[in-house]
Each structure stands twice: as C-alpha cells, then as structure tokens.
C-alpha cells in the first residue's frame, strides 16, 4: 500500500488528488490550513468506502516549522513510511506589482516557495528509505510573465530551481521528482487569490488558452508517474507561450498585454 503525503488537500487539485489515488488503494495524510475542511474531506472519503486507518489529517499552517513537524511525525507515527510527497499547497494574487503590500509578497513567497522546501526537507529521511517520489506543484507562470502575478511566478520560478537542484542531489538516493506546470485550472485557488492589500481581489481573473479541470489534471499526472517522467506541462498553449517568450519575446509580451490589460488597470 503506497502512503501518500498530499499539502492542501482539502480542496482544489489536492482534493481531486486525494479522491483518486484512495479509489486506487493509496493510504492519505492529507494537510491544509482548513481543518475544517479536511473533517469533511475525510467523511466524505469514509462514506465512499475508505477504511479509517487508511486516513491521517494534519490541520494548520505550513509556513510554521511547528506544523511542518507534526506533519512528518504524523506520517511516521500513522503509517511509518512516506512513499510519495505532494507539495501542492499554494496561494496567489491577481494586483500590479508595484501597488501590492510587500506582507502580499511575502505570504505568497512563504506559502509557495518556503513551504514546501522545508516540508521537503523535513520528510526527506522518510522518502529516502522507501526510495520514494516527490510531486511538486509549479506553474507557467514561473516560466514566462503574467500581468498581476508577480510574487506568484516569482514564487514558482524559485521553486522550480531548488527542486532541480534537489534532483541532481538525490539521484543516488533513489528518489524521484516530477515537477509538473500547469497553466488556469479551475480550482479555488484563484477564486481566492489575494488582491493588492491583501483581501481578496475584487476582479475576475484573466486566463489564456484552456482552463482545465483538476480532474484531468490528476490523470495527466498519474500517467507521467506511470512513465517515470521528470516533468509534466499538460497545457499545449501554454508550452507553446513559454516557447514564444524565449524566441520572440515582443510578440509575447503585446500578446499578454492585450490579454490582461484588466490585470494592468
């Protein structure tokens, strides 16, 4: 039975992750911030047959070293081994850099990039001995900009480049590491995304190219975990604006301007 190791789980793609790999038999420590919502998350998985003991739940947050201990005791403690580590968990704003709160960039930051570093390392000895797999959440928006997420792909640029180097490092340990950059998908995260003082933003967002389920999202990464794969872009478009920003970065640049001229407002 693979233990499986999944941050935000309450909600959004970590949910639509939770509910599938239990389907398959995978036993869940599910954190998130929303305890609450990870009671429900965990009756509703009752309900659909999955027996308790296959069931942790850590509810606080991950930017505290405290949480981040009593999430890998809890792992150790519940099912003595972690197999496969989901470093899901995120946050995002829709504001112009120059008039958001530097405390909105710092959260984003903490939240984004701290978090699952140090949750990484903490649950480090426990994936070495299964020789387990570590999934980690980016973005696109940490390849190429995007008006009004400047702390955001700040965020996941810094945390694509640590996890590579975290790859190169561990190779002789056996554990692997997908890195997977999704583009708009539609989850709550950006239903909750931060605006420039750090409420909630009263504007809908922007989006480019399709908005994909979560659900389509986790059979993409099922598949690239079947296949051993190192990295998972399941957009199209979205790899083909990555690759327009590195050739021809004028014509990509007029393009997001004309696309979140609403973000720039």
């Known amino acids: ?11 959004g793609l970590g949910w639509a992750m939770a509910r599938h790999w239990a389907a398959g038999g995978d036993a869940l420590l599910l954190a998130d911030i929303d305890g609450d919502g990870l009671a429900a998350r965990a009756a509703a998985l009752a309900a659909a ?8 739940l850590v509810a606080g947050d991950l930017t505290r070293a405290d949480v981040i201990s009593r999430v890998v005791s809890t792992a150790q403690a519940r099912f003595g081994r972690v197999d496969l580590l989901v470093n899901n968990a995120g946050i995002t704003h829709r504001s112009p850099a120059h008039r958001t709160d530097p405390a909105v960039m710092r959260r984003v ?3 984004d990039w701290q978090a699952p570093m140090e949750l990484t390392l903490a649950a480090l000895p426990l994936l070495r ?3 387990g797999t570590i999934v980690t959440i980016g973005s696109m928006a940490g390849w190429m900009p995007v008006p009004g997420r400047a702390a955001y792909g700040a965020a996941k640029a810094a945390l694509t480049q640590w996890f590579e180097v975290l790859r190169l490092e561990l190779q002789a340990d056996g554990v692997r590491l997908l890195m997977v950059y999704p ?12 605006g420039a003082d750090g409420a909630p933003a009263p504007h809908a967002r922007s989006t480019l190219g399709r908005v994909r389920s979560a659900q389509d999202t986790v059979r993409a990464i099922d598949r690239a975990l079947a296949r051993g794969a190192r990295w998972l872009a399941p957009d199209p478009l979205a790899r083909f604006g990555a690759l327009l920003w590195r050739v021809a970065p004028a014509w990509y640049l007029a393009s997001v301007r004309r696309r979140f001229a609403g973000e720039l407002r």
């Open 109 to 111: 930051m903490a939240v």
């Open 1 to 11: 039975m693979r233990v499986t190791l999944i941050t935000g789980g309450a909600s």
């Open 129 to 131: 001995a299964s020789r």
């Open 183 to 194: 583009s708009f998908l539609d989850t709550p995260i950006e239903r909750h995304a931060l």
């Open 49 to 56: 047959g999955v027996a308790r003991e296959r069931i942790a």
